[in-house]
């Protein structure tokens, strides 16, 4: 049983940064496509952005292009993503998954889950002054 766990979170002013990081425990991130999701209070689930099995594909939505940044560490047991220029909008629980139901290709970040991969408990990001 693969688990992921999320870590960096916290409390930031706006314009601020962070480094998220999704670690793997047992076993490695290079197995299927890995994602960020956050879902702030009241709304539903969004993705942010993704990084491929291979790690040389990366995705971001609209409002992540820029500003935040996906990477993959060389043993492949932790996924990143580092957040810049941080505003109160992007206040959420972040969280990271690997499915294979997740794509991450050229232009695509589409999840659909299939009862084969992991989530992680997330971890909060506050942007306030």
């Known amino acids: 049983q693969v688990q992921l766990v999320e870590s960096g979170g916290g409390l930031v002013q706006p314009g601020g940064s962070l480094r998220l990081s999704c670690t793997a425990s047992?076993?490695?991130?290079?197995?299927?496509?890995v994602g960020w999701f956050r879902q702030a209070p009241g709304k539903k689930r969004e993705e942010i952005s993704c990084?491929?099995?291979?790690?040389?594909?990366?995705n971001y939505v609209d409002s992540a292009k820029g500003r935040f940044t996906i990477s993959r560490n060389s043993d492949s047991k932790t996924v990143y993503l580092e957040l810049n220029n941080l505003v109160p909008e992007d206040t959420a629980v972040y969280f990271c998954?690997?499915?294979?139901?997740?794509?991450?290709?050229?232009?695509?970040?589409?999840?659909?889950?299939?009862?084969?991969?992991?989530w992680g408990q997330g971890t909060q990001v506050t942007v306030s002054a």
């Open positions: 998954a690997t499915d294979p139901g997740l794509i991450c290709s050229a232009g695509t970040f589409h999840y659909t889950g299939t009862g084969f991969g992991y």
């Open positions: 047992p076993g490695t991130l290079d197995y299927y496509a």
């Open positions: 990084i491929s099995a291979n790690a040389d594909t990366t």
